[in-house]
C-alpha cells in the first residue's frame, strides 16, 4: 500500500481544498446550495481520491483514481474561474487559487505519467514451431 502523506500532489491538493473552504466562507448565502456546495465538494474530491488510489491494490486502479482526482481539479479551476468572473472571489484569492490548481494539475501529470510507464512490459510468449505431417 502506497502512503498518500509522502505524495507532493496530495500536499498540495489538501491545501487547495483548505484555501476553497477559507475563500467560500465570502460567498453569499444564496450560493450555499449552488457554487460554495460544488466547490467545496470538487475540491474535497482531489485529495480525497489520491487517498483512496494510494489505497488500491493494483497500479491501474491507483491511476484511475488519479485521474478522477485530476479530473474533480479541472473542474475545481473552471468554477474557480466562474466565481471570480461573477465577482465573487478577489484578484489576489483567485491569482493564488489558480496558481496553486495549475501547479497540482502538473505534479498530477507527472505522477500519471510516471504510474503508467511503470508499466511492465508484457513478456513474449515463445510457442513451440508447428511441427507438419
Known sequence: MRD???LRAYA???????????????FPKEEMYGLTSQMRRAAVSV??????GCARS???????????AFGSLR???YQLSLSHRLGMVFEADFDGLSGMCSECEKVLTGLM???RSDKPTPKKVLLPPVSSL
Open 4 to 6: 498518500h502523506r509522502k
Open 12 to 26: 498540495l491538493a489538501d491545501a487547495i481544498a483548505l484555501r476553497v473552504y477559507e475563500v467560500t466562507r465570502s
Open 47 to 52: 485529495p480525497s481520491n489520491i487517498v483512496e
Open 58 to 68: 493494483t497500479q491501474s486502479e491507483y491511476v484511475r483514481f488519479l485521474e478522477i
Open 75 to 77: 473542474e475545481l479551476h
Open 113 to 115: 505519467r510516471s504510474m
